[in-house]
């Protein structure tokens, strides 16, 4: 009976073949124009929302419309919820009621990737070092080759333990 390949096995086969046969479909203008500048770039892992700012501005607006969830509700209502998550209500409670619901501050959600990066992922890339911004590479260090394809090199964050709730909204839909 034949094999047939995995989906890692086939991607990692499409990705060889593209190598061998059509390089220039693997090529990303934007990378190469960086690279070009001298830049190195730094891949995220995927499925990691941590390191990307706008994934925690959505968190925000989906909690806050889950909490406010009615059984039967409407899109619009879900849209106009969504909209209260990320803009805020625009009304004055006590803080600490559930119903104060302030406008997300971005810059919060970029210094809270900047962290995590700094804290988790940095750490575990090789041949870098320090924080996001101020980065020393080692210049003895040499990456060892691979053929993989980027992402069926997935990192899994969701795991590592942590004091501070690591999702950028507190449990009450609150901004952080």
């Known amino acids: 009976m034949p094999h047939v390949g995995n989906l890692d096995e086939l991607k990692v086969s499409f990705v060889t073949y593209l190598k061998e046969n059509k390089p220039e479909a693997l090529n990303c203008i934007v990378e190469n124009k960086f690279k070009e500048e001298g830049y190195e770039i730094l891949w995220t892992p995927p499925y990691c929302p941590d390191l990307q700012p706008i994934e925690l501005y959505w968190a925000a607006g989906k909690?806050?419309?889950?909490?406010?969830?009615?059984?039967?509700?409407k899109m619009s209502e879900t849209i106009r919820l969504l909209r209260e998550g990320?803009?805020?209500t625009?009304?004055?409670?006590?803080?600490?009621?559930?119903?104060?619901?302030?406008?997300?501050?971005?810059?919060?959600?970029w210094n809270k990737s900047l962290g995590f990066a700094t804290t988790k992922f940095?750490?575990?890339?090789?041949?870098?070092?320090?924080?996001?911004?101020e980065l020393q590479?080692?210049?003895?260090?040499?990456?060892?080759?691979?053929?993989?394809?980027?992402d069926t090199l997935?990192?899994?964050?969701?795991?590592?333990?942590?004091?501070?709730?690591?999702t950028g909204v507190d449990e009450g839909g609150g901004e952080i």
Do not use: M
Request: charged share 25%; with cysteine; proline share 5%.
């Open 122 to 133: 940095v750490p575990i890339c090789q041949g870098v070092s320090g924080t996001i911004g």
């Open 63 to 73: 909690n806050w419309a889950a909490i406010n969830y009615k059984e039967e509700q």
């Open 154 to 166: 997935v990192l899994d964050f969701a795991n590592s333990s942590t004091d501070d709730n690591e």
């Open 90 to 109: 625009g009304n004055t409670y006590p803080e600490g009621d559930i119903r104060h619901k302030g406008e997300i501050d971005c810059s919060k959600l």
């Open 137 to 150: 590479v080692d210049e003895n260090y040499v990456a060892e080759p691979h053929d993989l394809p980027i």
């Open 86 to 88: 990320w803009y805020g």
